[in-house]
């Protein structure tokens, strides 16, 4: 299979922050021209995010526009709007993320932008979703966490919930959008026309929580906060080793007997309270503090290795070194050299997804504010004299 199915497909991209972004470079990386419009003043919100920096870029922003093609333009001067229309004729996705009900109020609703172009897959990237009492309001990852019960679980039992450490939300949500991308381009391919994509945080942070709602509905379980333990499966949860943390799951009843004999410990098998599954979990504090004693005797690694000779799944706490260094990452090939004009040694994680062993790579490196805004300009029509005057009145920035 190709690596770069989008070949030839151009996307607008006109979100920021992460959600959007990340859709657009997962396009990128699968083929697409991805034209980045940015604000002439500032670019992306996410430039400024941060520290860490490398180099004076924002590594946040690094991380989610690998690429594209940076296009400087003003969206509220009718001359940047009219710039950006004429790319709509020839463009196949427009993606975007701006606050609720101001792509309709600048005239870049999707009704307009597909009466000019119907065969354009339009796309939005929102807070809450398109419909509903909250649909107009605007919203961030951590914002969707609490809001759609992520924070509520996660963390210590007593303690205050946590939010998750990673943009879970936001890269979801550009994972579904590009997703369904994909589908309404397939779909596009034997009707002709293009059609509307809405993805939202909110929606995403509910697929996420599709096993505990459905716990909810069916006996009223609110979940809360339990550390690393994974509730509907015991022993399965983070266990304190003579030198680390190790994580070790016990999905079944062949790994518990497994994990057992592994500790020293076969007799458990045959306790009463520690038979089943629902056992396990109903009696999970006094199972664990009894294999909690073997395992403190020796090290994550001796303990990894002879469970994973048991067939037993178990992994070593790591933190973000650990995993860059790690002879896993590294035979994966997924952190990606990528040449940078002012980071000489830049290295992105790529897309984690392979077509026929090669892993799909982005084909170059994020780009600065209005990199690219006179190439596509030009490409748009628009002769030199006519750039240099919207440079000259702050409407691009070149």
Known sequence: MAQTPLAGRRVLDVTTSIAGPYCAQILSALGADVIKVERPDTGDDG????????????TMFLSANAGKRSLALSLRDPRGREALLRLVDGTDVFLQSLRPGLAEELGLGPEVLRERNPRLVYCS????????????????????????????????PGHAGVRVGSSLIDQGTGTWAALGVLAALLEREKTGE????????????????????????ADGTVPQGQGTQFPMVAPYQVFPTRDGELMIAGGNDRLFASICAVVGLPALVDDPRFRTNRDRVINRDEL?????????????????????????????????ADVV??????????????????????????????????????????????????????????????????????VIRT
């Open 47 to 58: 430039r400024a995010w941060g520290p860490p920096f490398w180099n004076g870029e924002g």
């Open 125 to 156: 990237v929102g807070a809450y979703g398109h419909k509903g009492p909250l649909q107009k309001e605007p919203g961030y990852d951590a914002l969707m966490q609490a809001a759609g019960g992520l924070i509520s679980m996660t963390g210590e």
């Open 194 to 217: 293009g059609s509307v994509v809405d993805v939202s945080l909110y929606e995403t942070a509910l697929g996420y929580i599709g096993y505990h709602l459905a716990g909810y509905l």
């Open 288 to 320: 664990c503090a009894i294999l909690e004693q073997p395992l403190r005797e020796c090290d994550s690694a001796d303990w990894q290795a002879r469970l994973s000779e048991a067939g037993v799944p178990a992994a070593t706490v790591a933190d973000v």
């Open 325 to 394: 260094h790690a002879p896993q990452t590294e035979a994966l090939e997924i952190l990606q050299p990528v040449p940078h004009p002012t980071i000489p040694d830049l290295r992105l994680t790529a897309l984690p997804v392979s077509f026929d062993g090669e892993r799909a790579l982005h084909r170059f490196a994020p780009p600065a504010v209005g990199e690219h805004t006179c190439e596509i300009l030009g490409e748009a029509g628009y002769e030199a004299e006519e750039i240099a005057a919207l440079a000259a009145e702050g």
